[in-house]
């Protein structure tokens, strides 16, 4: 990645097969074995960024010298990715459509001249105005954001880098330095500045002044940025308000009030993986000569990397995304391809690796997320949408976002492509999971399924103590996002037309009753790590009108749900099977064949095997291991709602419950993608 210089980076990849710091209990044996292994060359990752240059290329405009997205205004974003990646191709010697030399010098141009940059006199903006500082546009004197200039800077330390093969003018060489430095030392970014627990921002700026001047002042302020967020990783900093991460070490994207419990505390996956991305100096600075961190905040800094890839990453290269912030950012393309900079960070570390093998196993992730970008894209026309799968939020760009997504993309890719030179085969890796005990929240992930259990939301309709969502390990939905009541996983008890319980109640208190869940994996408490058939969630819910006990064991290609329900008074339990799209079916298999397709009326499920259920990106089989007597099976209508926009279906599995008496139903459920084979013997 960007953000070191060559030497560093050559002496990381001979020493790749060493991990500093390895954490007791994460379950990743370094001679762990694979199921299967993949290889991607520095070729294929150029093929990648230059098929993301003929998405981006409509919007070069060569009067301005610039790239403008459609219908917009605001473009220095998108000029630093593109700087990025052109920058790259010229010093690693790429050939092909995304090395253009020329655009480096006029991008990099625009973007140390006003109204893009400006400095004074120029006056300050109101909000998070800073002068010096970039704003959000070459045209016009754009919107400033925090998040904007180190974006900026590290395009055009990466042009500044490559100024000698690129025949960059003598004015750019002296500006660039010159620009950068001076935003870094500005109050706005300079130590003790910080916005929320987002320390990444001002620590990228120091990294990228001290890169281009040498000066180590701002190396001693990179370390105060990096101890600082170690320090309030777990203990409140700020009297009155919470740490910078909750128990799980999952990161609060705002500190609350100390006394916020639950859904208050739920992490920001999609942030997460932006704020880590700020230790990606760590190993460079070192070298520089600024002084280690105490041992114990690197063991902290270790452990919340890890908590970032097991539990915000899914082996698709996808994120476990259950955030804080809502539909609003939920499933957004562009945060999606932000957040690679996490993996980056992930795969380059030294000191900080947070388990054997890191940087096999973030490579993978990385490289699936490319794989999985192309897959999705291929579904939607070739660019992703602003937001995936039908979600709709405040902060999409419809118009402006599948350009700036693949931008984003490109440079993901040229960092890699820096990087991963030569570094050979990447094993799949184990199944692996993250806890967040407070909030609760459970991400699991293997290279079939991934999934999450939330016991609720903060804002959005979702969440109980079931599978919140199923998708493929091509990282498609196969039963919903995550919804709520019918539209969810889950079992609810009805009595004469009122409901007594749900599993699955998301925000509707009036479903709600008292609630526990435990994680554990070979029978012991564990927030995170790897397994194998040995991790399973068990939860309780209880109303004044029965109980509920839901236990979920999670294998390598499957997930074993065992539900018990006991009523007060006589009852019907519902166990409810989603599924994905308007297209979307379901067929019963029936014990020596037969079976067939799943409608509005009920069917007997004595002798059924298991229940198929379909849609337009796969699906998954419903194993019927174990059934209630008179349990009767039926298709129905759905709504998904905000959060699950594509859920139109669902598999109703119903059966008595007499009066206090239990009654035990356990489904399997493999994605049939990965293990179409049915049978008894999923139920094994």
């Known amino acids: 990645m960007t953000g070191r210089p060559r030497a560093a980076r050559v002496r990381r990849r001979l020493a790749a097969g060493l991990v500093v710091g390895a954490l007791a209990g994460t379950g990743l044996a370094a001679g762990a074995a694979p199921a299967s292994a993949a290889v991607r060359t520095t070729a294929d990752y150029w093929a990648f960024v230059d098929r993301r240059q003929a998405d981006?290329?409509?919007?070069?405009?060569?009067?301005?010298?610039?790239?403008?997205?459609?219908?917009?205004?605001?473009?220095?974003?998108l000029d630093a990715?593109?700087?990025?990646?052109?920058?790259?191709?010229?010093?690693?010697?790429?050939?092909g459509p995304s090395r253009r030399d020329d655009r480096v010098i006029?991008?990099?141009?625009?973007?140390?001249?006003?109204?893009?940059y400006l400095e004074p006199p120029y006056p300050q903006p109101p909000g998070q105005g800073h002068v010096p500082g970039w704003t959000a546009s070459t045209q016009r004197v754009g919107g400033q954001h925090v998040a904007i200039d180190p974006q900026i800077a590290e395009a055009l330390v990466a042009a500044w880098?490559?100024?000698?093969?690129?025949?960059?003018?003598?004015d750019l060489r002296r500006r660039i330095p010159e620009v950068i430095s001076a935003v870094a030392a500005?109050?706005?970014?300079?130590?003790?500045?910080?916005?929320?627990?987002?320390?990444?921002?001002?620590?990228?700026?120091?990294a990228f002044a001290a890169r281009v001047t040498g000066n180590p002042s701002f190396l001693a302020d990179y370390r105060l940025q990096l101890q600082r967020f170690a320090r309030g990783a777990r203990s409140p900093l700020q009297a009155g308000r919470t740490s910078y991460l909750n128990e799980g070490m999952g990161l609060i994207y705002a500190p609350r009030a100390s006394a916020a419990r639950g859904a208050a505390l739920l992490s920001s996956p999609e942030y997460e993986s932006l704020v880590v991305s700020g230790l990606q100096h760590y190993d460079w600075a070192v070298e520089q000569g600024m002084e280690r961190l105490p041992a114990a905040e690197e063991a902290t800094l270790r452990q919340w990397s890890q908590r970032a890839l097991f539990g915000d990453w899914t082996h698709a290269g996808y994120l476990n995304w259950d955030t804080s912030l809502g539909t609003r950012r939920w499933h957004l393309a562009r945060y999606w391809g932000f957040a690679q900079q996490g993996l980056e960070t992930m795969l380059t570390a030294g000191r900080l690796a947070a388990v054997p093998r890191q940087r096999q196993l973030a490579t993978y992730v990385a490289d699936r997320g490319l794989e999985t970008y192309e897959h999705l894209a291929a579904q939607n026309g070739g660019r992703l949408p602003s937001q995936l799968w039908g979600v709709r939020g405040r902060d999409g760009a419809p118009v402006q976002d599948p350009v700036f997504t693949a931008s984003r993309m490109a440079a993901h890719a040229a960092r890699l492509a820096q990087e991963r030179a030569g570094s050979?085969?990447?094993?799949?890796?184990?199944?692996?999971?993250?806890?967040?005990?407070?909030?609760?929240?459970?991400?699991v992930s293997s290279p079939a399924y991934s999934t999450a259990i939330l016991l609720r939301h903060p804002t959005d309709d979702y969440g109980g103590v079931e599978l919140a969502r199923l998708l493929s390990g091509d990282g498609d939905p196969v039963s919903g996002l995550g919804g709520s009541g019918r539209a969810a996983f889950g079992l609810d008890l009805v009595r004469g037309g009122r409901l007594l319980l749900d599993t699955q109640p998301g925000l509707v208190a009036a479903r709600r009753g008292t609630t526990r869940l435990a994680v554990r994996r070979a029978g012991k408490v564990d927030l995170r790590g790897t397994f194998t058939r040995d991790l399973v969630a068990r939860a309780t819910v209880a109303t004044a009108g029965g109980r509920a006990t839901v236990t979920t064991s999670f294998a390598r290609n499957s997930i074993l749900v065992t539900r018990t329900v006991r009523a007060t008074d006589a009852a019907t339990a519902t166990v409810r099977l989603p599924l994905w799209g308007a297209g979307a079916s379901a067929r019963l298999v029936r014990t020596g064949g037969g079976g067939g397709a799943l409608g509005g009326r009920w069917t007997r499920l004595a002798g059924a095997r298991s229940v198929l259920l379909s849609s337009a990106v796969g699906g998954y089989r419903a194993a019927l291991c174990r059934l209630p007597p008179d349990a009767r099976v039926r298709l129905a209508s759905v709504s998904g709602g905000p959060t699950s926009p594509q859920t139109r279906k669902v598999a109703l599995v119903s059966f008595p419950v007499p009066k206090a008496r239990s009654r035990t139903i356990a489904l399997r459920l493999v994605p049939t993608a990965t293990t179409p084979r049915a049978g008894r013997a999923a139920c094994a």
Request: a negative charge; charged letters at 20%.
């Open 106 to 116: 006029a991008l990099a141009r625009a973007l140390t001249s006003f109204p893009a």
């Open 161 to 170: 880098e490559a100024r000698d093969v690129v025949g960059l003018p003598d």
């Open 186 to 206: 500005s109050s706005f970014f300079r130590y003790p500045a910080m916005l929320l627990t987002q320390f990444n921002w001002h620590a990228d700026l120091d």
């Open 56 to 77: 981006v290329e409509p919007t070069w405009d060569a009067t301005h010298g610039v790239y403008l997205p459609v219908q917009s205004l605001d473009d220095a974003r």
């Open 81 to 95: 990715n593109m700087l990025t990646t052109h920058a790259l191709a010229a010093s690693a010697g790429h050939r």
């Open 424 to 443: 050979g085969t990447v094993s799949t890796p184990r199944p692996w999971f993250a806890y967040d005990p407070d909030v609760p929240r459970l991400a």
